[in-house]
């Protein structure tokens, strides 16, 4: 069935319904671009026709924008020469709304023309808003839930048809810069008041229709279109405007760095556009949105953030056999940051919440958590006080463990102490039902060592949540060596409710998460004990795209657990300990009281409120930097290295089940370099030969840490990638 239909009413107005058959949503495909187009030519060839409404068939919606997995594809598909392939494929797409936005007009006079109106019952996301751009005027339906926006650089790419141009000589590029930088999306009513749609209505389609029949020929002129147009804010070549750009140009690479290709070329298209006319401008832009589709960035950032990362969610991985988990009531053991963040996120999606601590009072500061933030959620009026009564009506403090009862989830979050956690364990187990999950919320613990306080090892699982729960959207789920299906089951029913994104591993040291993250922080601790300017291996990691650099890391998580972590891993690998270096630093900085942000001192200095001030003169001094200083590739690659193979140690020892799980896990749960799809995808990017070659050479330079991993070698050998050698786990979805 077709996904564009059009049906030509007795008053004269086509209706264009775009519906695609199977989705809740519209998402435009290959195969609905030529439907569209003969709709649209049939209309203006109509005589009968005075003008044309596009509307959804869907309630709420008009579109979620392309359909990304078509875009993951376009380079694969586009033929011997894929960047012309690309290019003429962007060009078709533009000449299809370039036909809809003239509508028939004289190109001499701009006259005779036939009024199109676009009529959004909803959410207009991507192309869901670049096809109404084309139209001569958008209303939309007085929908608070609905999201208008231009998000495509949330995802690596920008808006290529059409919408960059559109949107920039209809706000300006100052005005269009949140919407098209930040991928900002708004309800309609903002989106009318930013200039983005023209009205808000409570029946868009009769509102168009009206519209439509009444419309002059000065209406639906484009203003770009009209003899004199001047760009809103002023073109690069006028004073006001080349300081717009200069300033662009500034903020774009602080942000990003030179690492997000989208970003710097969806700059460049708007200023080289802004230098011509309007038919040369979409041109630029489909070159230089085909050269992003030609990055392999893009298709990684795609794939990770959108594809793998929706198939997590959607269960991907989750036991086919075992039937709904869906929790209803949840038992908190321990109310410190950690307890209170996952009652909030629990309450927020509906659950019944039991809060437990040793005292009263601790378990009532506990649920205040919630009230704390929902009290800011109303200050910025993204919530209501009666939302907040809800919430906090889900949440019980207490202190007694029989009110556990009736609880079908349980989940510690006490101190990270093997001991507490037993006797914990046992004190549940007394007073659970027998169908009750027990999860450990756990970063470093073993699973498997835990469970044997269990009595029911195969209902026992680690949920590792990040910090802070409300925040974080990442969930490690780690099975011991008992765990069972429903287990797994019931940890990924409860992640999908409260809207995370949940990985499955199975238990080792440190896990996946946390095992890829150490040797992050220790490599940027080691270069510092090298003599290492602190400052270039600061700024080298975000330069590569991380979002905190290896020392800024440890500060914000505390060097005294740095040191507490450093302490049991010796014990626990005696002789086969590998990081005596990093030790002494760390211990020196813990004896001199230096913990980070929290005592307001460490590899940075802060200000009385935690402000940071600089990197610390007293560490410089203990540590004196080299002469001789490496180059900044170097450490980029020392800080990259490390993690990506403790990624493919990960795969290669079966702790890692999913290279889709390696990836998202990643960026989501420490944001390893997001433009690089995750460091499964980065070495992919990279080549497998090239990758082992390299870590022979920062083997003989820095030591074992960086030995090739026998499965990337082997790998490198036959030419291979991880997603092509993985392929049919990573597309079971």
């Avoid at 200023?271 to 041109?283: N, R």
């Avoid at 209501?384 to 009862?405: H, N």
């Amino acid at each position: 069935m077709a996904d564009f239909t059009m049906d030509k009413g007795a008053d004269g107005v086509a209706v264009i319904t775009w519906d695609v058959q199977g989705k809740s949503m519209n998402v435009m495909s290959m195969e609905a671009w030529p439907e569209l187009d003969g709709l649209i030519d049939d209309a203006l060839a109509d005589d009968a026709v005075k003008g044309i409404v596009i509307t959804s068939g869907k309630a709420d919606s008009f579109a979620g924008g392309m359909d990304l997995n078509v875009i993951a594809q376009m380079k694969d598909s586009a033929g011997d020469d894929p960047a012309r392939g690309l290019f003429e494929g962007v060009m078709g797409a533009h000449g299809i709304l370039r036909k809809l936005e003239r509508a028939g007009m004289d190109p001499k006079t701009n006259k005779g023309g036939k009024p199109v109106a676009a009529a959004l019952p909803g959410t207009a996301l991507g192309i869901g808003l670049e096809i109404p751009l084309a139209c001569h005027r958008i209303f939309c339906a007085d929908n608070p839930k609905a999201k208008i926006g231009l998000p495509e650089i949330m995802v690596g790419i920008f808006p290529g048809m059409g919408g960059t141009t559109r949107l920039v000589r209809k706000l300006g590029a100052m005005g269009a810069s949140p919407y098209l930088l930040e991928g900002k999306m708004m309800a309609p009513a903002k989106a009318k008041s930013a200039g983005i749609i023209d009205e808000v209505v409570e029946d868009p389609l009769a509102a168009a229709k009206e519209w439509v029949l009444s419309a002059k020929d000065a209406d639906i002129l484009k203003p770009w279109d009209a003899k004199g147009y001047k760009m809103p804010g002023g073109a690069p070549y006028h004073p006001a405007g080349f300081m717009t750009f200069v300033g662009a140009s500034a903020m774009v690479h602080g942000k990003t760095k030179g690492v997000y290709p989208a970003a710097k070329a969806l700059l460049s298209a708007v200023y080289e556009g802004a230098l011509v006319p309007f038919d040369t401008a979409l041109k630029i832009e489909a070159r230089w949105f085909t050269n992003v589709l030609m990055n392999p960035s893009s298709g990684a950032m795609i794939r990770s953030l959108f594809i793998n990362k929706e198939a997590l969610e959607k269960g991907a991985v989750r036991p086919a056999q075992v039937p709904d988990q869906t929790v209803r009531r949840v038992g908190v053991l321990g109310a410190g940051m950690m307890g209170a963040g996952i009652a909030l996120v629990s309450a927020q999606a509906g659950i019944e919440v039991v809060l437990i601590d040793q005292k009263q009072e601790a378990a009532d500061r506990g649920k205040s958590y919630s009230a704390d933030y929902m009290d800011k959620g109303i200050a910025r009026k993204k919530a209501t006080p009666e939302k907040k009564d809800q919430i906090l009506s889900r949440i019980t403090a207490t202190t007694d463990y029989a009110a556990l009862a009736d609880a079908d989830l349980i989940i510690e979050a006490v101190f990270e102490d093997p001991k507490i956690k037993a006797e914990v364990t046992k004190a549940v187990d007394a007073v659970t039902n027998a169908d009750c999950i027990f999860a450990t919320n756990t970063s470093t613990l073993p699973i498997s060592e835990l469970a044997k306080a269990s009595k029911n090892p195969e209902q026992f699982i680690g949920i590792h949540f990040f910090s802070p729960v409300e925040k974080m959207m990442l969930v490690e789920i780690i099975k011991g060596k008992k765990t069972g299906d429903r287990a797994v089951a019931k940890a990924l029913d409860f992640v999908r409710q409260i809207r995370k994104t949940p990985i499955v591993v199975n238990d080792a040291r440190f896990f996946y998460a946390n095992r890829c993250i150490i040797p992050y922080i220790n490599e940027g601790i080691r270069m510092v004990k090298e003599g290492v300017s602190p400052a270039l291996i600061e700024n080298a990691a975000k330069m590569i795209g991380m979002p905190l650099g290896p020392l800024q890391l440890v500060d914000e998580t505390s060097i005294d657990l740095g040191a507490k972590i450093a302490r049991a891993t010796k014990a626990g690998m005696g002789d086969a300990y590998p990081d005596g270096e990093v030790d002494e630093v760390i211990f020196w900085m813990e004896e001199q009281g230096r913990l980070g942000r929290k005592t307001k001192a460490g590899f940075y200095d802060y200000d009385e409120k935690g402000k940071r001030q600089g990197l610390s003169e007293t560490v410089k001094a203990q540590y004196p930097q080299s002469g001789d200083q490496p180059s900044v590739i170097e450490v980029q690659h020392r800080l990259l290295f490390v993690q990506c193979l403790e990624a493919v140690r990960a795969l290669e020892e079966g702790v890692l089940m999913d290279i889709r799980e390696g990836d998202v896990g990643a960026i989501l749960g420490w944001g390893f370099a997001p433009w690089s799809g995750g460091p499964l995808s980065w070495l992919d990017m990279i080549g497998t030969p090239y990758a082992a070659e390299r870590c022979d050479q920062l083997e003989e330079t820095y030591g074992t840490r960086f030995h090739c991993p026998d499965l990337l070698r082997e790998m490198a050998n036959k030419n291979q990638t991880f997603y092509r050698r993985f392929a049919v786990k990573a597309d079971a979805a």
